[in-house]
């Protein structure tokens, strides 16, 4: 149902553009921040470092490539070096638990699994036990969140997108035995005013207390050039659990404004290798 409009909110109409699809977005081209420098989830595309299992590309050639921009950028490179050690060994883990199995049918034009990130969604979910959880940008993460309520034994899944097409695709490949965990829903997208900055928020959520909630979409660009804060988090406090436990998949304005407009207390955690961020109470 749509969310009530909140209180201190200065709503602005949302452009009327073509939205680019996130899921056939390439993502092997290198784009800026606003302060010049490179988005920190490209690192291993800029650097020509692809993730352990993708073995076709190792050769000596990727060899070489690595070890010239490793000299040009030592910093850069130790951030990525960091980085796809620690994806190899969460996809380790997660194959052990046989949870890596079930993205064998996910299409190859959709962002791909990202195992560090998808182990930390699963063993937060195994230990913080959920009943609602609430996530917006549905993709590999929406299969991990199901697959974590089914071995907890209970909970529901509530997957909102802004984007029809990736809806669609993401329920194309969710596994039979996931469906009864998860209800997958389209949303619009509002740009307004919150505490003297412009953010953006899903208008269609459903109305239910969260334990958990995900914020890994939509993707900022294709609704605005300039905005790149969401609120859904803050939006959905008042409702919320005590429990309540939110998880940010590599946003960092967002997180920032989460934490700094939150009404109760927190404590945060930070994962600068993996770029996540969590509040929970």
Wanted: glycine letters at 6%; one cysteine or more; proline letters at 6%.
């Amino acid at each position: 149902m749509p969310m009530d409009k909140p209180r201190g909110v200065v709503f602005i109409p949302t452009p009327n553009e073509n939205h680019v699809n996130k899921s056939l977005r390439n993502v092997n081209q290198p784009s800026l921040t606003s302060n010049g420098s490179l988005r920190a989830h490209e690192f291993p595309a800029y650097f020509g470092v692809t993730t352990m299992d993708a073995s076709h590309r190792l050769c000596t050639l990727t060899v070489l490539r690595t070890a010239k921009r490793a000299l040009r950028h030592p910093r850069r490179a130790w951030v990525v070096e960091k980085r796809e050690w620690g994806i190899y060994a969460a996809y380790r883990r997660l194959k052990k638990l046989g949870l890596t199995q079930m993205y064998g049918n996910t299409p190859s034009y959709v962002y791909q699994p990202d195992w560090a990130d998808l182990l930390n969604i699963y063993e937060t979910v195994r230990r913080r036990k959920p009943r609602i959880i609430i996530e917006f940008g549905s993709g590999c993460s929406t299969l991990m969140f199901a697959r974590a309520l089914v071995d907890n034994g209970s909970g529901y899944l509530y997957s909102i997108d802004a984007s029809e097409p990736f809806l669609r695709r993401t329920q194309s490949y969710l596994p039979e035995n996931l469906k009864p965990y998860v209800s997958l829903s389209y949303s619009e997208i509002e740009i307004g005013e919150m505490s003297g900055q412009n953010v953006m928020w899903h208008q269609s959520v459903p109305d239910v207390p969260a334990d958990l909630v995900y914020l890994d979409g939509p993707d900022y660009q294709d609704f605005s050039a300039d905005i790149e804060t969401q609120a859904d988090g803050i939006l959905l406090e008042s409702k919320a659990s005590k429990d309540y436990t939110i998880l940010i998949d590599g946003r960092w304005q967002t997180f920032e404004f989460t934490r700094d407009n939150l009404k109760g207390r927190y404590s945060e955690t930070v994962d600068h290798t993996h770029f996540w961020e969590c509040l929970s109470r």
